[in-house]
């Protein structure tokens, strides 16, 4: 039995053990082509495409302000594709993966103005 349908796709369930509570909300959106992300990942969008990528703190096309966190492993090596992101929530601060431009400081204030809260569980 195949996993794709005629006409659809589908992106398999994965417990986002990273999100811990709060006011949790999802969205989604077509990353990337030439990535292979980790669930927990920050992403940004790309101003001029709409399209989602890592996010860099020193990038300068609007990927520089995450908008959330993949909830799933995404590889789009081979292609862009559909994916899903917490973009609100208490998130675990210890699962939540940035890329190595961000200092420690800055992954502190990365997430500010939005509804997503970086916290430690206890």
Known sequence: MSDIYAGSSYVPYQPAPFILGGLVAFDSGTLASG???ERGTVIGRVAASGELVESQQDATNG???P???LNHDADATGGAMHVVF???GDLD???VKFHTSWSAT???AAFDRTPISLV???
Do not use: F, R, W
């Open 35 to 37: 990535q292979d992300l």
């Open 63 to 65: 990927s520089e302000n």
């Open 67 to 69: 908008v959330g966190v």
């Open 86 to 88: 917490a973009k609100g």
């Open 93 to 95: 601060k210890n699962q």
């Open 106 to 108: 800055q992954q502190l």
């Open 120 to 122: 430690t569980p206890e």
